[in-house]
Structures are given as structure tokens and as C-alpha cells.
């Protein structure tokens, strides 16, 4: 694994977001929103692809919170969130490109 996408830790705050640190000791922060937005689940593409909203629905719980985080794997980030969405799998290359300014 290249330095650049490997992970030195991930902080999540149930309240504010995820605060990662990539192995050559960059530091990234992604707000619940911005997340919650760029889920990467087929769903949640399929929902952007139709320019339809992502979040929030009308059964949406506010405000949005993390309730869960698990790696998966060395290579992602599945996040569970409180209106029970749990599918994106964030990959750790796609949050560091992220952090680079190239936006998912």
C-alpha cells in the first residue's frame, strides 16, 4: 500500500464528522453532511445520478449523526448513520483524494 492512502487513525465524532490521518501525516476532516452527501452506496449514487437528494428524506431524523464507524477492511470506512442508512463503504483512497481537492 502506498503512503499516501495508508491510515495512521481515524477519529470519529458522532456530532461533527471524521478526522482521518494518512500515513505520510496528513490530517482530514470531513463534516457529517459532506459525508452523509457523498455516501458512496448505489443507492445514494443512484439518487445523485438522478439528481434526486440524497439526504434527507422525509422520515430523516435531525439532527444527522453518526451512530456507528467499522473499518472495513485496511481500505475503507463504513459509517452507520441515525436514520439507519449503513451501506457506504468510504474508501480510504477516495477520502484522500477528497482531501486533495478532488472531490467524489
Known sequence: ?????????VEVDRERGVTITFGDG????????SLRLAC???????????????????SSPQPLRITGADLYG????????????????YPFDALRNWAEGKRP
Do not use: Y
Request: a negative charge; aromatic letters at 8%.
Open 1 to 9: 500500500m502506498e503512503d499516501h492512502i495508508e491510515v495512521a487513525g
Open 26 to 33: 496528513l490530517v482530514a476532516e470531513f463534516d457529517l453532511m
Open 40 to 58: 458512496p452506496c448505489a443507492t445514494c449514487r443512484s439518487l445523485r445520478d438522478k439528481e434526486e437528494e440524497v439526504w434527507p428524506q422525509p
Open 74 to 89: 485496511a481500505w475503507g470506512l463504513n459509517v452507520t448513520w441515525n436514520d439507519g442508512h449503513a451501506t457506504g463503504i
